[in-house]
């Protein structure tokens, strides 16, 4: 393929994402997406990329916080912006870092396995028959797996913010009760209503991102064509990246510019 058809075949790889995504939004609207086996199935995946790997994931993040807010204070105390140390550790750590790791670490535990799970049934024409039967995969297939997908990235992003923040406190004060009122000032600056409502749809748009782009890709393999799965793969996981490194542009740009 010459560069121009590669250009051409790329945005239309992101074109069929959106228009995807678009249908996808219109399921979720659909109460009959909402039955007992989609919500078997959203538990199931629930289970697999947030509940299963809790306590490991809360385990490194308060391991990595803890390092990333020592170096933090220190560097801040040793410019004489001690005072500011505690704010930044939360817009950076808290409000920046761990919803991209977060979303990061279901990308990297579930994406491949979605686009190969949807590329598999494109191939075997699953999909196809399900259309036969009068059956909308969207509601039955997809639905499930997003909703499951947006509830782990915001689960473990909400136990992990939590956690940092204990860590910070220990930090900075150590098991001194004393400090919980500049400390409770400090979180109120932070964390004002738009912050929040900024922390929420980001992390909305991560969750959202890890199984809209894997399923898009999926669909992306050719019936009867075992041998388009690798690149299935390979092109939802790079759009997959992209598309969270573009969320996380996009609101520091929007906070900060």
């Given at each position: 393929m010459s560069a121009l058809e590669d250009t051409f075949a790329w945005f239309r790889a992101w074109g069929r994402a959106a228009l995807f995504a678009s249908a996808a939004a219109a399921a979720a609207l659909s109460l009959s997406a909402y039955t007992a086996r989609t919500r078997a199935l959203a538990i199931r995946e629930i289970y697999f990329n947030a509940w299963h790997v809790l306590p490991g994931f809360t385990l490194f993040m308060a391991l990595l916080s803890m390092v990333v807010?020592?170096?933090?204070?220190?560097?801040?105390?040793?410019?004489?912006?001690?005072?500011?140390?505690?704010?930044?550790?939360?817009?950076?750590?808290?409000?920046?870092l761990i919803p991209l790791l977060a979303a990061f670490?279901?990308?990297?535990?579930?994406?491949?396995?979605?686009?190969?799970?949807?590329?598999?049934?494109?191939?075997?024409?699953?999909?196809d028959e399900l259309f036969?039967?009068?059956?909308?995969?969207?509601?039955?297939?997809?639905?499930?797996?997003?909703?499951?997908?947006?509830?782990?990235v915001f689960a473990l992003t909400i136990v992990s913010c939590t956690v940092v923040m204990c860590v910070a406190y220990l930090v900075t004060y150590g098991a001194n009760?004393?400090?919980?009122?500049?400390?409770?000032?400090?979180?109120?600056?932070?964390?004002?209503?738009?912050?929040?409502?900024?922390?929420?749809?980001?992390?909305?748009?991560?969750?959202?991102?890890?199984?809209?782009?894997?399923?898009?890709?999926?669909?992306?393999?050719?019936?009867?064509?075992?041998?388009?799965?690798?690149?299935a793969v390979m092109g939802g996981m790079v759009r997959l990246f992209v598309t969270l490194a573009l969320i996380e542009l996009l609101s520091l740009a929007a906070k900060y510019v």
């Open positions: 807010i020592r170096v933090t204070i220190g560097l801040a105390r040793d410019y004489g912006l001690a005072q500011f140390a505690l704010e930044l550790v939360f817009r950076a750590v808290v409000l920046e670490y279901v990308a990297l535990r579930s994406g491949a396995s979605i686009v190969t799970e949807v590329a598999m049934m494109r191939i075997s024409g699953e999909l036969a039967a009068h059956i909308d995969p969207y509601e039955r297939e997809f639905v499930p797996r997003i909703a499951a997908a947006a509830i782990s009760p004393s400090g919980l009122d500049e400390f409770a000032r400090t979180v109120a600056r932070v964390f004002g209503p738009r912050a929040i409502a900024g922390f929420m749809l980001k992390s909305f748009l991560f969750g959202a991102a890890v199984a809209v782009i894997p399923i898009a890709a999926g669909l992306d393999a050719m019936r009867d064509h075992p041998e388009s799965v690798p690149a």
